[in-house]
Structures are given as structure tokens and as C-alpha cells.
């Protein structure tokens, strides 16, 4: 999904972002919810033509799923009582709830990979120039994707090094057991790496003049206009539906 929505502007990837929130705050119904994830699902398809880049939030959204829906069974006092085993009761409404909660989570999570991988890092920052954002502050967004693939490869030779000093790793808990003896080297690591790079950026004058130039540009396309003034429209047309019944 890296390449997702690669001709159109970043501001139109936002205003679709918002879309896909809106719709997944706001929907009530299992329904509503699965047709808008498949509208996400489908947009990927066909401008990027591939779901390679989704496959890794596969089992994060199963973990999650299976979080939701245990949390729904336990907790949920809704609808009728249909099974009951010691202080443990399971309501009529906790199925559908936990369906509608893990369409929520999945819709919010698959358009936030969508939007944040659609773009380089120099689109978003030129983005927030475009919306009035001082160069200075709009930078560290650029900055700070391209710092986190820094930080995975300095966290992947810390792993190496201790497990060449025979810190074992060959299972869940021994992970968990390993997250002190590597943490405290990679926050060492991450703290050296932001002073290096704040200290190079200052030496070259990082900050001194009030405007700088860029070596790309962007520009909102036909297109793009379109797009944007046609789900700003969906956005107001489902908000006057919505007040209406209480005018």
C-alpha cells in the first residue's frame, strides 16, 4: 500500500481520511460499516493494485478482534439474558456489538495504513507548509518518518548484539524478558542519533531565514478539487440528515 493514491495531492488523501472517520465514528450499523470498509478496501485495489503492504495488520486486527469481542462478552449488559454460567453472563447484544466495534477499529486502522503510507515523507511536510505551518515545525513530520526506519534497524543490531552475548530469544516471554536489556541501549542509541542529526541540521543554518524553498511543489489538480468539493458535500449532506430530525 506504499504506493496507495500516488497521483493525487496529499491534502485530497487527507480530506478522504477524514471521510473514512467520520463515516466510522459516526455509523451504528454492521452494514453501514462493512460497505464503507469495502469502499476503503476497494480504493486501495484499484489505484495500487495490490494488498501486499496490508497483509502485516492482518494479525494485529485478529488480536484486536479477539480483545473486542471478549471485552463485549464479559462486560456487555445489553438485550437478553441467554447464557449464564456462575457470575458469568453472556446478553444478546454482545455479538452484534462486538461485530460493530471490530468493523470500527478496522475501518479507523485500514484508512489511518492508508493515508499515512500514500504519501512521502516530503508531500505531508509540504502539506502543512500549504496550510500555514511554519517550515520549522512542519519539517519534524518529514523528519520523523524518515527517523523511525533509523530506529527499527538500530533496534534490530541491539537484538543481534545481545543475542550474540547469549541473551535468549527464542520465545514469546523470552522477548518480553529482553525488553529491559535492550531498551536501555536503544534509548541511548535514539537520544545519540536526535543530538547527531539536530547538531547537523543546525550547522547548516537550519532555521535562520523565514522562508525556504523546496525542491518539489504541490498543487491541487482538477481533479483534486473535485474530489474534495464532493466529500465535503457528502460530509454536509449526511450532517443536515442528521439534524434535521431534530429541528
Not at 492482518?58 to 441467554?82: A, D, H, M, P, S
Not at 503510507?117 to 509540504?126: R, Y
Not at 517550515?135 to 543481534?160: C, H, N, T
Not at 474530489?227 to 434535521?244: G, H, P
Request: hydrophobic share 50%; glycine share 4%.
Amino acid at each position: 500500500m506504499t504506493q496507495a493514491l500516488p497521483k493525487f495531492d496529499p491534502r485530497t488523501k487527507l480530506v478522504w481520511y477524514s471521510l473514512m472517520i467520520y463515516f466510522a465514528l459516526l455509523s451504528q450499523t454492521a452494514a453501514q460499516l462493512g460497505i464503507t470498509l469495502l469502499v476503503c478496501i476497494m480504493s486501495s485495489l484499484i489505484l495500487s493494485g495490490s494488498f501486499k503492504h496490508s497483509k502485516a495488520m492482518v494479525i494485529i486486527l485478529l488480536l484486536l478482534g479477539l480483545q473486542i469481542l471478549i471485552i463485549q462478552l464479559l462486560f456487555c449488559r445489553e438485550g437478553t439474558l441467554v447464557y449464564q454460567w456462575g457470575i458469568f453472563k453472556i446478553y444478546s447484544d454482545a455479538l452484534p456489538l462486538a461485530i460493530t466495534g471490530i468493523l470500527k477499529a478496522t475501518l479507523i486502522f485500514y484508512a489511518s495504513l492508508q493515508f499515512f503510507t500514500s504519501a512521502s515523507a516530503q508531500d505531508f511536510t509540504l502539506m502543512l507548509i500549504k496550510f500555514k505551518i511554519p517550515y520549522r515545525f512542519a519539517m519534524l513530520v518529514g523528519l520523523g518518518v524518515r527517523f523511525l526506519p533509523l530506529m527499527k534497524e538500530e533496534y534490530q543490531s541491539i537484538i543481534d548484539s545481545q543475542r550474540t552475548r547469549g541473551l535468549k530469544m527464542d520465545s514469546v516471554w523470552d522477548d518480553l524478558k529482553a525488553i529491559i536489556p535492550t531498551f536501555l541501549p536503544f534509548l541511548y542509541r535514539a537520544v545519540r542519533r536526535s543530538t547527531e542529526i539536530a547538531l547537523a541540521m543546525e550547522l547548516r543554518g537550519y532555521g535562520r531565514t523565514k522562508n525556504r524553498t523546496f525542491s518539489s511543489e504541490i498543487v491541487l489538480k482538477y481533479y483534486d478539487v473535485v474530489l474534495i468539493a464532493s466529500m465535503f458535500l457528502v460530509i454536509s449532506l449526511s450532517i443536515i440528515t442528521r439534524l434535521l430530525p431534530l429541528i
